[in-house]
């Protein structure tokens, strides 16, 4: 495997069981990723872009094909050898945040670095540092239902961050936040993606996002349609 | 320890639903430790009077001797062995020997047991020494029960009549020379007691008895020809069986409580599991094991014991001990009941007892935590994440 590239996805069918037959989400899909990537992939609703996320984030496996992701088989994974690797290299932001409520700001961010065992001023160094990120210093005791949708999705992105993840999965980050708050993350995603070299993956279709991407891969039923890297 | 962490924080902010269960179970807590601390409180003073009053540390039975049939005393009596009798022996045996009898107070006639012993003895807590005053009638002393079933009072004066060994009646004026108030019924009901040297002239069964008390001080009793050695707990296997058999009915009040409380939990677990898939695809995408989310799950399931024993430790405690000094008044007297029983009883907890239910407690409401949980290893992550498990 070439090192930089840190997936590689090679003839990936993804099916789903309907009825008697098969819905079939995913055809042929062939794509590689190198480290470092703002890039996303975009697409109507129903083109298999979440799909695509999960079994990269191997969170569900391919039907056939192959997919390479930091340096694992996705086939060959057990569920426990995949869990370890979302622990310690991904970082996954959803569109409705899913921060624990009963957890404040301050511990759903150290929650990552508690799977680590990392110790205690590691941990509180760290989340800092990644509160620092997302300009959320004040708000460290606050718990999420005491915050807005743009700072439940900071506090979001720094729990995906803190750990200095080799990639970051992001589906549809923005679709419950208004436009100022929609490009507030977004900015500090891509400085985080300069800062730290993190590979950023979205999946989405909002022009917002679609806009500050570097690379468009366009998933049309199933298929890519398009793949368009434009330089900044 | 993140397990831990979360679970109180979850179970602290699911209010209302989390104090239920938690209540319910704090008091089959309680429950517990009340009545088998009830139930073995009046194990040891059962057993602690029968001791003091009955059994001594053992008695030698004659062989044919059967305290449940009157009709084997005609023919359970012989010479005390040399062993048990003299100034030496005095501290340790005490013979006794038993015949029936009828008495006649206010003329009206009741089938009794009569029994002979030393006026001298101090095994046992009888009140013998009244029966060496000075009295123109036999001296007898009686129990409280046998006081009032029969109306006498001290002093009074009644008729005795028995037969003798060879079957001949005869009859005499016994006089109550002291009545004493004891939680042992077999040593009161129906029964008086008189000097055993009396006894055997009246009986004509001179120097004989029918069982012979032990000191507790003696350990390791000799094996004696016609006579059958019976330790302490076969003579007190009647109260324990008692007990016993109570602690069985009584323990179906706390096993009503204790699936109450199960229940809640259980329930508590298939709806958190529920509603919370999202929180689970979480976990899972922030890279825990399925295990390490069944554990959490369990863990706060589990957390409601902890809570319940929490809370239990706070109105149990004081409730616990005030119990334990001031006692259960008993509604039913010993000779009422039939069974050695104080007026009041002093409920008893032990570690033990304290350490087993709190196991129990503990362990069932892991295992109720445990089970819905199982379910979430089934659960497909990327349906979690979005909440469409329906
Ligand atoms: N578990 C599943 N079982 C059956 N069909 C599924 C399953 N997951 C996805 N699909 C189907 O696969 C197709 C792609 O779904 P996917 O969620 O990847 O789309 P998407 O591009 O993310 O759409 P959206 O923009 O609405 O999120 C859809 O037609 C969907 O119905
Ligand atoms: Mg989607």
Redesign the pocket.
């Given at each position: 495997m070439d090192n930089s590239k840190i997936i590689n996805i090679s003839g990936l069918v993804k099916q789903?069981?309907?009825g008697n037959n098969n819905?079939t989400?995913l055809h042929n899909i062939n794509l590689a990723f190198i480290k470092g990537e703002f890039c996303g992939v975009v697409?109507?609703?129903?083109?298999?872009?979440?799909?695509?996320l999960n079994i990269i984030g191997l969170l569900d496996n391919p039907t056939s094909g192959n997919a390479d992701v930091l340096g694992h088989n996705a086939n060959d994974l057990s569920v426990k050898e995949a869990a370890m690797i979302r622990r310690k290299h991904m970082g996954f932001i959803f569109q409705t945040f899913n921060l624990l409520p009963v957890y404040t700001v301050f511990e759903n961010i150290e929650f990552p670095l508690l799977l680590l065992k990392m110790s205690k001023n590691e941990r509180d160094k760290a989340v800092m540092d990644a509160l620092e990120w997302v300009g959320l210093t004040d708000k460290v005791k606050s718990k999420p239902a005491q915050l807005s949708g743009g700072e439940c999705q900071r506090v979001a992105i720094a729990r995906a961050m803190v750990k200095r993840p080799d990639l970051v999965l992001a589906d549809?980050p923005t679709a419950n936040l208004d436009a100022e708050h929609s490009h507030n993350i977004l900015q500090t995603m891509e400085k985080l993606n300069r800062e730290l070299q993190t590979t950023f993956l979205f999946?989405t279709?909002d022009e917002k996002v679609i806009q500050y991407l570097r690379r468009k891969i366009t998933?049309d039923d199933?298929t890519v349609a398009g793949d368009i890297t434009t330089s900044k | 320890m993140i397990a831990i962490k979360l679970a109180i924080r979850n179970l602290l902010g699911a209010g209302l639903r989390t104090w239920l269960s938690v209540i319910v179970l704090s008091i089959t807590f309680i429950l517990i430790l009340l009545i088998h601390g009830f139930l073995e409180g009046w194990n040891r003073q059962a057993m602690h009077d029968m001791k003091e009053w009955e059994i001594g540390g053992g008695q030698y039975w004659h062989t044919e001797y059967d305290p449940h049939d009157p009709f084997t005393l005609e023919d359970s009596h012989r010479d005390i062995p040399s062993l048990f009798m003299g100034q030496a022996n005095k501290g340790n045996y005490c013979p006794v020997l038993i015949s029936q009898a009828t008495i006649y107070p206010q003329g009206r006639m009741r089938s009794i047991i009569m029994k002979g012993i030393d006026p001298d003895q101090e095994l046992l807590e009888l009140p013998t020494s009244l029966l060496k005053g000075d009295f123109e009638e036999i001296p007898v002393i009686i129990g409280t029960a046998m006081a009032r079933a029969t109306k006498l009072a001290k002093g009074d004066i009644t008729t005795l009549r028995w037969r003798d060994v060879n079957g001949t009646f005869d009859a005499a004026e016994i006089v109550v020379a002291g009545i004493f108030k004891t939680n042992v019924p077999t040593v009161d009901a129906s029964q008086i007691w008189m000097s055993i040297v009396t006894m055997q002239e009246l009986v004509s069964m001179n120097n004989e008895g029918t069982l012979i008390v032990i000191s507790p001080e003696i350990t390791n009793p000799h094996p004696v020809p016609g006579w059958e050695f019976k330790d302490t707990d076969s003579l007190l296997s009647a109260i324990i069986s008692t007990i016993k058999t109570k602690t069985i009915g009584s323990s179906f009040i706390y096993i009503v409580f204790l699936a109450l409380g199960l229940l809640a939990v259980f329930d508590t677990q298939v709806l958190s599991i529920f509603r919370r898939q999202k929180e689970i695809g979480t976990y899972v995408a922030l890279g825990m094991t399925r295990k390490q989310v069944v554990g959490i799950f369990t863990v706060e399931g589990a957390m409601h014991s902890i809570l319940a024993v929490l809370l239990g430790a706070l109105w149990g405690i004081p409730l616990l001990a005030w119990l334990s000094k001031t006692g259960f008044g008993m509604p039913l007297s010993a000779d009422e009941f039939g069974l050695a029983m104080a007026e009041r009883i002093y409920p008893a907890y032990g570690i033990g007892l304290i350490m087993i239910t709190l196991l129990l407690i503990v362990i069932t409401t892991t295992i109720v935590s445990y089970l819905p949980s199982r379910r979430i290893s089934k659960m497909?992550p990327?349906?979690a994440i979005r909440g469409k498990i329906q």
């Open positions: 789903f069981p309907m819905f989400a697409g109507p609703s129903g083109s298999g872009k979440t799909t695509l549809e999946a279709h998933l199933g | 497909n990327t349906e």
